[in-house]
Structure formats: structure tokens, C-alpha cells
């Protein structure tokens, strides 16, 4: 599923408990991270047993089904299905002793948790730990959420039955001895009327992303000002000539997209992410592209070391990736390794925007509308003025590890490439 995949999703078994299947028979679907994968059988026999049920979300290296191989494979051997790489086409598998059963973890493993109920301490698994931790529940939090588990002991399906009924403890403070301490109001919001709209499970990914980023960053925004003129005038001589000999439709889009990639490589340090008190500053220049899908939900296919391409490679790129997103069929490799992001609010009219940075990384830059509208330009003959095509460009960066200096100067220099767009360049 991707080396960085750590858990992944139970959309759907294909197979029930009893059936028979042959080797290649897609016995269910697994989501991960924006995208659905078909896990196929590992060899011919029956289904005895599936150990997590659809909507599940189960860790890598977890069993999740007992399978009894064909005797023409293994006469009478039980395998176990491991929810791992292996469960997807041509990846590699996790090593046999790495594989843990869940119970097992919680009955083993287990850590008292400084910050409980009054009454005395409580005890959290690991795996509840890393739940609460992937949806931002606090110790506070956890320890108000009612278990159903043994002595009091809190439960995995407690915690997701909690996070379905809207986290009604998610303000809740640990009891304050100082009266006169700030305290988060208790509030209670009249939600209104109306149509109930369930949250399918990318827009709940989107949420947890969008909430995790803007906790984890220090949002600050740059803006400046372009004039594309010279590149509006040149796609727009050029589109027919550049489709019929390439075959491919020229947006807008592998225009932006190489000049982000050359300032990238004028300003390294922007292409990074932050691993604690650590800046990784990334080798390969992997330009996201926020793209809108047909469900309304967004997600950021990524065009591959973008510096190294020519204007067709990133225009085959982008429209294969575009195409992807429209039909739906975006691979896990499709949305993996962005180290900088690209967000095209004009698409939609949008004069400017404000993006959230997609994590792990520290910056993304938004591009508004091309509008044009006259402007004071300065000819031989002096100050004229003329129509153009202007754009707005706005930069959220980590202000943990980008500065004023490196924010402001890498937007201005992406504008400066839009606006000497050599009008004279060949296709």
C-alpha cells in the first residue's frame, strides 16, 4: 500500500465467511488515504473467517481473515490474510514475525496515562493511543469517553462509537484546582434544522488533515501580484499547434507548474518538511496539484520530479492525472511524495485564496483568477496605460521553520517567472 501507509480501511468483503475463491479473486477492498485498493486472494480455498468488518480501520500487519487453502495448493493449511503490502499487486510483503494479533496487543501492552478521571489513573493501549492521536483527542478527552472493556478499560470500538456520535467531550478541560485558571467554555450551539448530510470517509480525511495541519503549522500568508500577459498570449497562439502535434490539450496548469519548479531549485529550503527539531530539505522537486473531484471532495495528484521535464512531459502528466481524477482511478502512487503544492482557486473564479499547507510540507501557494484590467505600465515612452492579465498569488508557509524572507522572496520570484514568459519560445 506505500511505505509510508500505516493503516488502511475496510470498504467492502467480497467474499463471505464459507465461500470458495480462486488465486486472483478479489476478495475485498481496502481504502487507504484517498484511494481504494482491490486485495486479491493469495491462492484458491474457502473463507473460514473474517476478523474486521466494513468500515474497520485496521492497522498494517493486523490479520484480518483466516483462510483454508485448496489441497491442491497445501492440503488442510489455514493461512491468515495480512492486512500488509502484500495484500496489494506487486508490493512487498511484511516479514512473518512481525505480525501481532490485536488482542494480543491489548492485553499485553499497556500504559498508564498521567491525565485521568479523578478517581485514579487510567490505562490506554498503544492502539488506543495512536487513535486518538491520529483524530487530535487529547488525554482530557479520552478519559471522559465511556468503556465498555474489562475493569473499566477502554475499547477500540468505544473510541470510534465516540468519534460517530460527534465527540460530544472534545472541549472538556481536566478539573482545574485554580477557580480563577482559564477554562474553554462549555457551549452549547444550537446546530439548527435541516438535511442531514453524512460525511462519506474521504471528506472525514479531508477534515482531519485540514484540523492536524492548521494545528501543527503556524499558518502565514504572503501575497504579490503577476502579469501574465505574456504567457496568456503565447498559450493562447499556441494551443492548437501544441495539441496537434503533441496530441495533448496545453492548460495553464504545466505552465504554473515549471515555473514553481524552477523557483523550487532557487529557493531549496522551501521544498521541505519538519520532522521535530529536525528540517528535511528534499532532494526531489514533487509538485502537488490540488485537484477538485466530481464528488466535490479535493485531492493532490503529483507530477514527479517536475524540474526535469519539458512543457510536454508536464502537460502529458497533468492531463493523465486530471483524467485520473475525474474518473476516479487515481493510484496510491498517484498521491504520494507532493514536497510542495500548487492550489488553482481562479478554476473557480476565486480572485485570491488563504490554502492550508499540505502536510508534511511547508508551504503551498494558491493562484487566482487572470483578470484583466488596466494597469500603469512603463514603455519607451514612458508611463502607459494598458489592458492586462493579472494575477493574484498568495503563499501559506510554516512560520516554524520558513521565515518572512524565504516566504516572501520565493512568491516573488514565482511571479517573476510568470511575468518574463519568453513570448518568442518554440513548442
Do not use: C
Not at 299 to 328: F, M, Q, S
Not at 369 to 398: C, H, N, Q
Amino acid at each position: 500500500m506505500g511505505e509510508s501507509i500505516t493503516e488502511g480501511t475496510i470498504i467492502n468483503w467480497l467474499v463471505a465467511e464459507g465461500d470458495v475463491f480462486d488465486e486472483g479473486d478479489i476478495i475485498l477492498e481496502v481504502a487507504t488515504d484517498k484511494v481504494d485498493n482491490e486485495v486479491p486472494a493469495p491462492a484458491s480455498g474457502t473463507l473460514i473467517k473474517t476478523l474486521f468488518q466494513a468500515k474497520d480501520v485496521v492497522p498494517v500487519g493486523e490479520v484480518i481473515a483466516i483462510l483454508e487453502i485448496s489441497e491442491e495448493v497445501k492440503s488442510s493449511v489455514k493461512k491468515p490474510v495480512i492486512l500488509n503490502e502484500k495484500s496489494i499487486p506487486k508490493k512487498k510483503a511484511q516479514k512473518p514475525n512481525s505480525r501481532l494479533n490485536l488482542s494480543q496487543k491489548e492485553e499485553v501492552n499497556s500504559i498508564s496515562s498521567p491525565l485521568g478521571k479523578s478517581e485514579g489513573a487510567l490505562f490506554f493501549s498503544p492502539l488506543i493511543i495512536k487513535i486518538a492521536k491520529e483524530h487530535h483527542i487529547s488525554f482530557e478527552e479520552l478519559a471522559r469517553i465511556p468503556a465498555s472493556g474489562n475493569e473499566g478499560r477502554l475499547r477500540k470500538s468505544d473510541v470510534f462509537q465516540y468519534i460517530e456520535d460527534g465527540r460530544p467531550y472534545k472541549f472538556a478541560q481536566p478539573v482545574v484546582k485554580d477557580p480563577t485558571a482559564y477554562r474553554i467554555p462549555q457551549l452549547q450551539f444550537d446546530k439548527g434544522k435541516g438535511k442531514v448530510i453524512e460525511m462519506d470517509r474521504m471528506r472525514q480525511m479531508i477534515a482531519d488533515h485540514m484540523v492536524y495541519s492548521k494545528h501543527t503549522s503556524p499558518h502565514v500568508t504572503a501575497y504579490v501580484e503577476a502579469d501574465l500577459t505574456n504567457m496568456v498570449n503565447w498559450r493562447n497562439a499556441n494551443k492548437n499547434a501544441f495539441q496537434e502535434k503533441y496530441g495533448e490539450r496545453l492548460t495553464f496548469t504545466p505552465l504554473f507548474i515549471e515555473a514553481v519548479a524552477k523557483a523550487v531549485k532557487d529557493f531549496p529550503n522551501i521544498n521541505a518538511s519538519v520532522d521535530g527539531n529536525n528540517i528535511i530539505v528534499k532532494k526531489d522537486i514533487n509538485i502537488g496539484m490540488a485537484t477538485a473531484l466530481p464528488s466535490g471532495n479535493l485531492i493532490v495528484p503529483v507530477v514527479k520530479n517536475a524540474d526535469t521535464k519539458d512543457l510536454k512531459t508536464l502537460a502529458e502528466n497533468v492531463n493523465e492525472l486530471a483524467g485520473k481524477a475525474r474518473e476516479n482511478k487515481l493510484a496510491g502512487d498517484d498521491i504520494k511524495g507532493s514536497t510542495f503544492t500548487i492550489s488553482n482557486v481562479g478554476t473557480f473564479g476565486s480572485v485570491m485564496g488563504t490554502p492550508i499547507i499540505n502536510q508534511p510540507e511547508v508551504a503551498i501557494l494558491a493562484l487566482g483568477i487572470i483578470k484583466k484590467r488596466p494597469e500603469v505600465i512603463t514603455t519607451e515612452k514612458g508611463d502607459e496605460i494598458a489592458i492586462r492579465s493579472m494575477m493574484y498569488l498568495s503563499l501559506s508557509f510554516d512560520h516554524r521553520v520558513v521565515d518572512g524572507f524565504l516566504g516572501g522572496s520565493f512568491v516573488r520570484k514565482v511571479a517573476d517567472y510568470f511575468e518574463k514568459f519568453d513570448v518568442n519560445r518554440k513548442i
